[in-house]
């Protein structure tokens, strides 16, 4: 199994923007992404804004996005080739 990617809070950000995700809000380290769908539903993932994430922290962020975005697309970006 690939390993995970060591990616701070600001290199998430970018990559889940990249799938049309915005900020829709900071509080502290935290921010909150947000992407609206055509049906009118809300998405949203909390990302912590740290140097570097753990990789457990990495791993939650991703299952919560696959929840989103299929898995495939996602695992590029996330794991080492």
């Known amino acids: 199994m690939p390993?995970?990617?060591i990616l701070s809070?600001?290199?998430?950000?970018?990559?889940?923007e990249g799938f049309g995700f915005t900020?829709?809000?900071q509080k502290g380290s935290h921010v909150k992404?947000?992407?609206q769908r055509e049906t009118g539903s809300n998405q949203i993932?909390?990302?912590?804004?740290h140097?570097?994430?753990d990789r457990?922290?990495?791993r939650?962020?991703?299952?919560?996005?696959?929840?989103?975005?299929?898995?495939?697309?996602?695992t590029p970006h996330f794991y080492e080739q």
């Open 23 to 25: 900020v829709a809000s």
């Open 3 to 5: 390993k995970l990617k």
């Open 60 to 74: 939650a962020i991703l299952r919560q996005a696959s929840r989103y975005i299929p898995e495939a697309e996602l």
């Open 51 to 53: 140097k570097e994430l």
């Open 33 to 35: 992404l947000k992407r």
């Open 45 to 49: 993932l909390t990302i912590p804004n």
């Open 9 to 16: 809070g600001s290199e998430v950000i970018k990559i889940l």
């Open 56 to 58: 457990g922290t990495l």
